[in-house]
């Protein structure tokens, strides 16, 4: 069994050894006397807060389609490529990374189908790595970094050969999680106790639970857990929503109305500025989110020249996916990255203009990530706000580079009679691998 060192005191031991199954209802019930027992023993040692922290680089070697991949993100990029090239794959690696800090490796695993789906299928695939990189500052500037990796074994099941969360500054580098195949070590608190859990279930809920509730990693859980990775679904889109505060929007945008009728009652100015951009694209006089007498609201406007309000059930699929853009767009608080699959989709071109000029404007508040197939998204970009995505067609595997660092890509993109867009829909911009 797993030797599990862990920084923390508890009275469990003995417990925990003799019990034979933990889906039961003892068991279940010593999970949660376990946890209460870490929440009222462990004094919390969060390490500093981070503000406006992003990505500064990403590493992934046999992820999918990405045997290997060694990228330094801006605070703003976009992913362009062919269908299959595998820009989704890059994507997927902040959403496993989401689910596996929220809900555990097995559940990372099994939603997408279960580790052959995960793991690069060539020859070399023993393991799967990923490492992350993150900087940010603190309450008094001062510039710390994140570094998350994570590496995973093949098999039948998920087994984590090393997970790694360190927090470095110029002056001094702290462990927050440290994990093997034996040991886990939880950095936290004032005494150190070993002891032979007997379950993977525990051994699972210990590793999540020393990303999330109490360690130094705390602020590196949240930050990741406050990620938004939207694939917008206007029919999702078209329905009511009950009365209650919607803090986020969600990925499909489906709690649209509910977000709306929030932003309403405490950004007022907010939403005034939404409708007055609707005005401006869409001829809606005003935005109404009316209360029903069920404790719900639905979502109409009013459109010159017509006496009665269009039902929300009726709006165009481009108009609402532009007003959950403008929602995330004027946020007080976006979500620290945002993550936008196919961003033109649905959005006539005169909207694309304005969309990206108003993120390029939020990206100094945090992290956008984008994917495009569209030639007018890369016109409204600079060559070191691109990364190419293509697959090399004898191995199957995904590259992604930078135009900006490439110098015979870099030299065409400035010329000034020639636009980004312009040049991939011409294919100059391609590579051959």
């Known amino acids: 069994m797993p030797k599990i060192h862990i920084y923390v005191s508890w009275n469990l031991h003995d417990d925990l050894r003799d019990c034979k199954n933990f889906q039961s209802s003892y068991g279940k019930e010593l999970i949660e006397r376990l946890h209460r027992t870490l929440l009222e023993q462990v004094r919390p040692t969060y390490g500093p807060e981070l503000h406006n922290p992003y990505i500064s680089k990403l ?9 290997s991949l060694n990228i330094k993100l801006p605070r703003f990029c976009a992913f362009a490529g062919p269908n299959n090239a595998g820009k989704s794959n890059i994507i997927d690696i902040f959403r496993f990374i989401f689910d596996r800090t929220g809900k555990g490796l097995s559940w990372a695993m099994s939603c997408r189908g279960g580790m052959e789906e995960v793991f690069w299928k060539g020859k070399e695939k023993d393991t799967l790595d990923i490492t992350l990189e993150i900087e940010a500052s603190d309450d008094n500037k001062k510039q710390w970094k994140w570094i998350y990796e994570i590496e995973i074994l093949s098999g039948k099941a998920p087994d984590i050969k090393k997970e790694l969360l360190t927090l470095h500054s110029d002056q001094e580098e702290r462990i927050a999680l440290e994990a093997t195949e ?16 007997i379950s993977p279930i525990v051994i699972e809920w210990l590793h999540t639970l020393g990303m999330n509730e109490f360690n130094l990693g705390f602020h590196f859980a949240r930050y990741v857990q406050n990620w ?18 919607e803090p986020i929007l969600q990925g499909l945008g489906d709690n649209l109305v509910g977000r709306l009728y929030t ?12 409708e007055d951009i609707l005005r401006r694209y869409f001829s809606v006089n005003e935005l109404l989110l009316i209360p ?23 709006m165009p699929d481009g108009a ?4 959950a853009l403008l929602c995330l767009i004027y946020d007080p608080s976006p979500p620290p990255l ?16 304005l969309v990206m000029d108003e993120m390029r404007e939020t990206s100094q508040r945090c992290q956008i990530l984008l994917t495009t197939h569209s030639p007018v998204v890369l016109n409204c970009l600079k060559p070191e706000d691109v990364f190419l995505v293509e697959k090399g067609r004898e191995r199957g595997e995904t590259h992604s580079w930078r135009i900006e660092d490439i110098e015979d890509l870099r030299k065409l993109a400035q010329d000034p009679e020639l636009r980004l867009g312009d040049l991939h829909q011409g294919g100059h911009l391609r590579r051959a691998f």
Do not use: C
């Open 228 to 245: 938004g990775i939207y694939q917008f679904a206007p029919q999702a889109m078209k329905q009511e929503a009950p009365a209650i505060v």
């Open 263 to 274: 932003m309403r009652g405490n950004f007022p100015k907010v939403f005034s500025k939404i």
């Open 292 to 314: 029903t007498s069920d404790g719900k609201v639905v979502m109409k406007w009013s459109e010159s020249p017509y006496q009665t309000p269009i039902s929300y059930v009726n």
């Open 182 to 197: 034996t040991v886990l070590k939880i950095y936290n608190s004032q005494s150190d106790k070993g002891f032979n859990p």
């Open 59 to 67: 590493i992934a070697n046999r992820f999918k389609s990405l045997k």
């Open 320 to 323: 609402l996916k532009f007003i």
């Open 338 to 353: 945002m993550i936008f699959e196919e961003i033109e989709n649905f959005l006539h071109p005169g909207l694309i203009d």
